[in-house]
């Protein structure tokens, strides 16, 4: 199971950070993932942590947003900077059981999915 948390409404230029709490199962081996999906859209990747540890981001956000965790995977966080009005959307933390050595950016890949949190950036 997992949970995100965190979103809110920020000026842009502003930061935040979102967590997803995981639970019910061991994720270690698991890629976590964040994706986003703003009004009208499809949901797209945002940046995921493979099983083994490596990072990988959308284009969109390298250099702003980077993402972490413990080896357990327990929680993983999304910190978020310098945030731009079109980082809005709803925001989902999802778990790929094969992604132990690389990240997919597809979301029909993940397998678990938890609810999404709003993230509104105002210009």
């Known amino acids: 199971q997992l949970q995100a948390f965190g979103g809110g409404s920020v000026q842009a230029g502003g930061s935040l950070r979102l967590s997803c709490a995981t639970s019910g199962r061991t994720f270690t081996t698991y890629a976590l993932g964040w994706f986003r999906q703003a009004p009208g859209k499809g949901r797209e990747f945002v940046a995921a942590?493979?099983?083994?540890?490596?990072?990988f981001y959308d284009d969109s956000v390298k250099g702003r947003f980077t993402i972490s965790g413990d080896n357990a995977k327990t929680t993983v966080y999304l910190q978020m900077s310098s945030l731009k009005p079109e980082d809005t959307g709803v925001y989902y933390c999802?778990?790929?059981?094969?992604?132990?050595?690389?990240?997919?950016?597809?979301?029909?890949?993940?397998?678990?999915w938890g609810q999404g949190t709003l993230v509104t950036v105002s210009s």
């Open positions: 999802a778990a790929d059981r094969e992604g132990y050595t690389r990240a997919s950016v597809d979301p029909h890949q993940y397998d678990h």
């Open positions: 942590i493979s099983g083994s540890g490596s990072a």
